[in-house]
T-cell receptor
Framework: DAKTTQPNSMESNEEEPVHLPCNHSTISGTDYIHWYRQLPSQGPEYVIH???SNVNNRMASLAIAEDRKSSTLILHRATLRDAAVYYCIPGGNDMRFGAGTRLTVKP | NAGVMQNPRHLVRRRGQEARLRCSPMKGHSHVYWYRQLPEEGLKFMVY????????ESGMPKERFSAEFPKEGPSILRIQQVVRGDSAAYFC????????????FGNGTRLTVT
């Protein structure tokens, strides 16, 4: 199983970009990198996923290192509603979640 | 297209009773995952099922816990003889396939054991 390393917590100011890093040095060649987030008192929600190329959607962008051993989730303009725990998961059979990064957004 | 439906949203059981948690996956999804989240902790994988089969139950406690996903009907997580330590939020997720496809989560069942 690929293991991930994410900072325990990060802070951002509202309206500023946020870069959330994740190291997954043992990822296998065919595993997609998934990002989810969990807002307080809610179930996790899918944010974005990718394999090798950088990906963009309406929620965020995902930058994947060329060697695939790390990735960065980019929120282009953080809002108060983006305050959540963000999980990076190299996909596989089990989709196990790590501790994630708790993002605090300050007004 | 309805999302993943979990019920009940809240469940209160006395110690020793049984808890049955239901999860209806999204239409067309044949893969179901169950997770447990203790207060102020992260999500812990419990079990991964595909229609009528348990694929991975390595996260399930060996005793009192069982899961099924029958050909017809919702997936059921069953906890027998509940104890206070079982109090947690239980989340179900579904997907149409493995690995490449994102998981869609329900809003969870919050189990309280008194």
């Amino acid at each position: 199983d690929a293991k991930t390393t994410q900072p325990n917590s990060m802070e951002s100011n509202e309206e500023e970009p946020v870069h959330l890093p994740c190291n997954h040095s043992t990822i296998s060649g065919t595993d997609y990198i998934h990002w989810y987030r969990q807002l307080p008192s809610q179930g996790p929600e899918y944010v974005i996923h990718g394999l090798t190329s950088n990906v963009n959607n309406r929620m965020a962008s995902l930058a994947i290192a060329e060697d695939r051993k790390s990735s960065t989730l980019i929120l282009h303009r953080a809002t108060l509603r983006d305050a959540a725990v963000y999980y990076c998961i190299p996909g596989g059979n089990d989709m196990r979640f790590g501790a994630g990064t708790r993002l605090t957004v300050k007004p | 297209n309805a999302g993943v439906m979990q019920n009940p949203r809240h469940l209160v059981r006395r110690r020793g009773q049984e808890a049955r948690l239901r999860c209806s996956p999204m239409k067309g999804h044949s893969h179901v995952y169950w997770y447990r989240q203790l207060p102020e902790e992260g999500l812990k994988f419990m079990v991964y099922l595909q229609k009528e089969n348990i694929i991975d139950e390595s996260g399930m406690p060996k005793e009192r816990f069982s899961a099924e996903f029958p050909k017809e009907g919702p997936s059921i997580l069953r906890i027998q003889q509940v104890v206070r330590g079982d109090s947690a939020a239980y989340f179900c997720a579904s997907s149409p396939g493995r690995d490449k496809t994102p998981l869609h989560f329900g809003n969870g069942t919050r189990l309280t054991v008194t």
